[in-house]
């Protein structure tokens, strides 16, 4: 969950007045420690997040699903060619 800029503000300016340690501070407002300690280097949420692109193009997803509307997961994979049946189904 993501709270809002004037929240974390607040939290961080009491912390400071009352001089509460971050476990305190954390029990009080039931928030992390992870977090209060986070929103005191940067109390501004990310506006993004930092990962790997995906690896799956939607385009060519879409169309196998319109070619093959009955297959598993685990024939849509990247790089499988075949559409094997599951193992007892013959």
Known sequence: ?????????????????????FAQTATRFSVGIASLTRWA??????????????????????????DHPDAYQYERRPGSRSRRRPSGTD
Do not use: I, N, Q, Y
């Open 1 to 21: 969950m993501t709270h809002s800029l004037d929240f974390r503000r607040h939290v961080l300016s009491v912390r400071a007045k009352e001089g509460l340690t």
């Open 41 to 66: 280097k940067s109390p501004e949420p990310k506006a993004t997040r930092e990962g790997r692109p995906r690896k799956v193009d939607l385009e060519r997803l879409a169309r196998d699903v319109l």
